[in-house]
């Protein structure tokens, strides 16, 4: 972990603090339906939102936003909603795959699963992703409130302690040993 690690859930018991970033061009912070239904469900399950963002569907605005809330030292998690499906504008995915570390191949498969029972073979629209950059898990969802909800109540909130806690990267001390006297 390095020093501007400074998130809000330094034990299991206290609540993550989450970057919610929409990425859509047809929506502002104010009329972001699919942003709002995150917020709602993280806050419902005690959980903080450390920052909303609003970003237009631009590669290079994407990665900016995105990169610049997984380097915030008061975000534990990154939550996007929009630009996650097929229409040409839709560039959530490839703006953020690069970014991850490690990615977390299963939610893809589960959140289409989940979303095929739901509205059945329309799922196959939807471009999700999920994985872990600089120790913290982050999560690309569709724009729609359905997709939002599905992802953020079914598979993240569920799982997202136990990511959090797998995902970080241990404190070094001065000898450059983390905090399990590995070097």
């Given amino acids: 972990m390095d020093e501007r690690r400074e998130t809000t859930a330094a034990t299991s018991d206290d609540p993550l603090a989450v970057a919610v970033v929409t990425i859509a061009a047809d929506r502002t912070l104010s009329t972001d339906e699919a ?14 939102v450390a920052t909303r963002e609003h970003v237009s569907p631009d590669h290079d605005g994407v990665q900016s936003i995105v990169l610049r809330v997984i380097e915030r030292g008061d975000v534990d998690l990154v939550i996007t909603a929009g630009a996650a499906s097929v229409e040409p504008d839709d560039v959530a995915v490839e703006a953020v795959e690069p970014l991850l570390d490690k990615e977390l191949t299963a939610f893809r498969e589960l959140f289409t699963t989940l979303a095929y029972e739901e509205v059945g ?3 196959v629209a939807s ?16 724009g729609n409130v359905g997709g939002a909800r599905l992802g953020t109540e079914s598979i993240i909130l569920p799982e997202a302690r136990h990511l959090v806690d797998l995902a970080d990267v241990p404190d070094e001390d001065e000898d450059g040993e983390n905090e399990t006297g590995d070097t």
């Fill in 35 to 48: 942003g709002e239904t995150i917020v709602a469900a993280l806050e419902e399950a005690g959980h903080e």
């Fill in 121 to 123: 073979t329309r799922a």
């Fill in 127 to 142: 471009r999700t992703l999920a994985g872990v950059a600089d120790g913290k898990p982050v999560f690309c969802l569709p």
